[in-house]
């Protein structure tokens, strides 16, 4: 468990958030794709933790960043949360993106609220000298989080899409992750999204040849294997997010 202490907590889109908190040893802990089970005190009949990915991690300072959807009471409250606030969280969870080692060029491709898990993955590619492009989506314009950081990273495509064409291509990341992927090139594509959105590109992947992993969300009851609430069908059976995930190779996911 890590104790932790509110630095910034901002609204960065329309319903996120970004949460910088201070946990040293958290911070020095993390992998890409992993996540942190947080407490959010404040009604008592509400127990569970709150799974939440995060996108930077600062070992030399301590803190950890992380983006949320206010989308019920639990991240309501934290929204609410002010510089010097503490809590603690459980963490890290789960493994992260096992890229394979002689990846020389990758595609994410994260939806919505799912572009921490990738773009916390591209930095750490990006630093490594492995060629990054972006596939972006969201809802709407006020709801896109993330390109920016891609274009900062020096990601050769960032592609933007949104449900409506307020901002790239109007449509779902989908299409451009599809094109990207018919072009060729890629060694390795990671995803985080909707479930039908992270099937969609899992199928662009394999009809390209190409490994894909994609970060699932279930409820999740304990976090830490004790509960079975966070079950996902794969081609080797039901098998636990917060253990076995949340990233898995998207060819043996059965049911997003
Ligand atoms: C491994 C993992 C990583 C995640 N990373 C992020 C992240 O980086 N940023 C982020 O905003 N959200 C993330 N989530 C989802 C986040 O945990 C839920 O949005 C949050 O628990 C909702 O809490 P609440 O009390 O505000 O809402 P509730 O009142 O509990 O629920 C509101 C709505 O959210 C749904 N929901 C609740 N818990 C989950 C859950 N665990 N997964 C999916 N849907 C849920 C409910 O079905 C309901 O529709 C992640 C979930 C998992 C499992
Ligand atoms: S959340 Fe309890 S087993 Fe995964």
Known sequence: ???????????????????????????????????????VPGDASELLRIPLSYVAADPQVGTVEIWYAVVGNGTQRMSEWKPGFKSDLLGPGGHGWCVPEDASRVLV?????????????ARDLAAAGVAVDACVGAATADKLVGVEDFEALGCGT?????DDGSAGSC????????????????????????GVMMSKVAQAAADAGVY???????????????????????????????????????????VW
């Open 212 to 254: 894909c992993e994609a970060s699932l969300e279930r409820m999740m009851s304990c976090g830490f294997g004790a509960c079975s609430t966070c079950n996902v069908e794969t081609t080797s059976g039901m098998q636990g997010a917060c253990m076995c995930g949340p990233v898995f190779d998207a060819s043996k996911v059965v």
């Open 171 to 194: 449509g779902f990341c989908t299409d451009p992750a599809a094109e990207l992927l018919a072009a060729g090139g890629y060694d390795y594509v990671a995803t985080c999204g909707p």
């Open 158 to 162: 960032v592609r933007v899409a949104t």
């Open 109 to 121: 491709v994260g939806g919505g609220i799912g572009v921490p898990p990738v773009l916390c993955l």
């Open 1 to 39: 468990m890590h104790d932790f202490e509110v630095v910034t907590n901002e609204k960065i889109a329309d319903g996120i958030f970004s949460l910088v908190i201070l946990a040293p040893r958290l911070a020095s802990a993390l992998k890409p794709g992993q996540f942190v089970n947080v407490r």
